[in-house]
């Protein structure tokens, strides 16, 4: 199987996990941490628009945060588990996000937004992820589902994301830039109290290369590539998208909450659908839904009917995201807890990203804001025929998969 596996089996061994206070930490950082989020990400890009960028220059200031990722995840990350700072390197890198975020307040010219977008790549992605695989590993370390932690922070983005729109339309980003940076002191005291992790022995750690050796793992992050380009375009594209069929940023702010609020249910029921169908399976039913969605993006002109196709592409999304960091936590080992998620997060934000800004900003302009949508559901297209290939090529059927998978 593709996805099925793992170096470290951990059994279930808390039989009221909800009763756990790890879970309880877990979720509420990912409450906070993506309230913090909801506040400015779906605007942050329309903010840039709306100080004159044209399409090209959003563009090629949306591939700033990707080339940071894969120039500095793994040696961020590699960092944090070879000397046990994991949370130390995730609240270093929440603290400088908030200064940069306050800091956006100022500038409106090209250079120095693009200075402050460097910064903003510098500090988030490359440090966010020590803090998401702290989560994912703690749940698997301990027998939780890891999406009903995860879930929190889509419902928190939700949140924020619908009431930011509101208030920013009549406040303005320059208040958001503000509130932004205030709301990180929360996430930056929780994860303060997330478990840093067992101290595996020098001579017991199993050396970093062999993630590379693991040919599921790396045909499962070529999906997430092919994958995560349909969703960069979307994040980068979508609200600049409802603002030209003259939506408003509150209407900005309810798609991204739309979004959110329903990757909730297949979030939480992912774990299940995984064992019911094969993490295989689930990750193509997930890959189907999210690239229709992008294609009926790309044909209607009617933004109320983008909030129905929001919803549906939001329950695509909860079951990707889980399923991908259910596989990849599964198959590396504990030592390695970091340095894994920046492989994960190298593909969702680093290479796809820096494949998906210039070429939407390209097809933006060249063709139309609606063209991009169709480039997303061609990726997600090709990531289906990936991940057939891969499975084909491994030989197990989807029986199998189940049988194996937790």
Known sequence: ???????????????RPDRNPSVWTGSLYCLFY?????????????????QGLSGKQVGLLATLAPIMT???????ASVADRRRIRVRVAQVGMVCVAVTMF???????FGGLAALMVLLALFSTPFSSVGEGLIARMAHRNGFNYGAMRLWGSFGFAVTALICG???????????FLISAVLFVVPIIVIGFVEEGPVIPAQERRPARTLLLDRGLLLLL????????????????????????GGSNLFVGAMWAISAMAELPTMFYSNRISDKIGETA????????????FLGYSLVRDPALLLVLCATKGMGYGLWLTATVRAVTRRTAEEWASTAQSMLTICLMGLAPLIAGPVGGLVHDAISPAAVFAVSAASLGAACVVVVFAWRLGGHNLRTARRRSM
Do not use: E
Request: glycine share 8%.
């Open 1 to 15: 199987m593709l996805v099925s596996g793992s170096v470290n089996q951990i059994a279930k061994t808390t039989p």
């Open 34 to 50: 993506f309230l913090c989020a909801g506040s400015y990400m779906p605007f942050l890009y329309v903010h840039l628009s709306d």
């Open 70 to 76: 894969v120039a500095l995840s793994p040696l961020v």
């Open 103 to 109: 800091m956006f307040r100022f500038p409106t010219k």
């Open 166 to 176: 509101f208030v920013w339309d009549r406040l303005g980003f320059k208040t958001m």
């Open 222 to 245: 070529v999906g997430v590539v092919l994958s995560s380009i349909a969703n960069s375009l979307s994040g980068t594209f979508s609200g600049i998208y409802v603002r030209s069929l």
């Open 282 to 293: 689930a990750l193509l039913s997930a890959y189907a839904v999210m690239g229709l969605s």
